[in-house]
């Protein structure tokens, strides 16, 4: 897959919840009687993906992977509610876009004849340094 258009995936409904609670953070009374911030809900059992993404997607989500396979995307950075539930839905999409991500793998090479011998005369500085650390012996 040579990348992730969002345009082209759609999402399940039934994948996602979205609750509504009071946020935390300034805002003067209106943080405490409106719910502004937003919980995304995603059930990543439900939305089909191909077993390396589906991977890829639990190892990013780390600890807002709960038991029940649901992925909590908590969004409060802004003061309306619509704006944080735009945030939570682009963050969603990131964490998607990460996981269609292909990692390249890394070509084998070994150390040059150069750096090799830097390695042996950096050990060899190294060594006369300790050796004069010794008691004293007068020859």
Do not use: C, W
């Amino acid at each position: 897959m040579p990348g992730f258009d969002p345009d082209l995936y759609t999402i399940p409904a039934e994948a996602l919840e979205e609750r509504f609670v009071t946020a935390g953070g300034p805002g003067g009374q209106n943080v405490n009687k409106v719910a502004t911030a937003v919980q995304l809900r995603v059930d990543i059992f439900r939305l089909g993906l191909p077993v390396h993404v589906f991977r890829k997607l639990k190892e990013l989500a780390g600890s807002r992977l709960n038991s029940e396979g649901v992925i909590v995307i908590q969004a409060q950075r802004f003061r309306t509610q619509e704006a944080n539930r735009e945030d939570a839905r682009n963050r969603f999409v990131a964490m998607l876009a990460k996981a269609h991500e292909r990692e390249e793998r890394r070509i084998a090479t070994r150390p040059s004849k150069a750096s090799k011998a830097r390695r042996i005369e950096a050990k060899k500085a190294r060594s006369t340094i300790k050796a004069g650390r010794g008691k004293y012996r007068p020859d």
